[in-house]
T-cell receptor, first 114, second 112 residues
């Protein structure tokens, strides 16, 4: 079965600094996708970034980038120039290419200090 | 705004009751997914529909059922409710099972 592990229940970062959230996953699939979702206090699930497993290049979206290490099954999220609005729960998720449903980690609660 | 709508936003009911949660996917999306978010279980996949057909099942209880209608909206039916069913229920949609999923705002279910 696919599993996703986020080993950091909580993280804290100073405004304007950089923070990295960790995620490891386990899958036997050869074709899969990885995601980071943000859940602010409003509870809305917001897609932050998406990585296709067959692509070696790490995905980036503005201040958000990933470090995808396929052999190590690691998928970390780097947030640069952290802003107060980045404070939220962050969920790492994997998607089986053959099905489409998401498997989520337990989440990391990120606090941003002014 | 993701374009996915869910009704109602909040639902308070009693144990043993039955409720129906409704989801309208983004325009053009054929796939609908239901997820449950609870404090003890985290975010769990329940069930997926594609163009009216059930496509995948996750940790969905036998007391729960769902369907996707010809106009592509979906309903999640929860019956014989227990206290442990209290959770946030999300619907998500995607164009196909291989595209990124967009989440609705969720329905907060409280079972008293």
């Amino acid at each position: 079965a696919q599993t996703v592990t986020q080993s950091q229940p909580e993280m804290s970062v100073q405004e304007a600094e950089t923070v990295t959230l960790s995620c490891t996953y386990d899958t036997s699939e050869s074709d899969y996708y990885l995601f980071w979702y943000k859940q602010p206090p409003s509870r809305q699930m917001i897609l932050v970034i998406r990585q296709e497993a067959y692509k070696q290049q790490n995905a980036t979206e503005n201040r958000f980038s990933v470090n995808f290490q396929k052999a190590a099954k690691s998928f970390s999220l780097k947030i640069s120039d952290s802003q107060l609005g980045d404070a939220a729960m962050y969920f790492c998720a994997s998607e089986r290419g053959s099905q489409g449903n998401l498997i989520f980690g337990k989440g990391t609660k990120l606090s941003v200090k002014p | 705004d993701s374009g996915v709508t869910q009704t109602p936003k909040h639902l308070i009911t009693a144990t043993g009751q039955r409720v129906t949660l409704r989801c309208s996917p983004r325009s053009g999306d054929l796939s609908v997914y239901w997820y449950q978010q609870s404090l003890d279980q985290g975010l769990q996949f329940l069930i997926q529909y594609y163009n009216g057909e059930e496509r995948a099942k996750g940790n969905i209880l036998e007391r729960f059922s769902a369907q996707q209608f010809p106009d592509l909206h979906s309903e999640l039916n929860l019956s014989s409710l227990e206290l442990g069913d209290s959770a946030l229920y999300f619907c998500a949609s995607s164009a196909t099972p291989y595209n990124e999923q967009f989440f609705g705002p969720g329905t907060r279910l409280t079972v008293l």
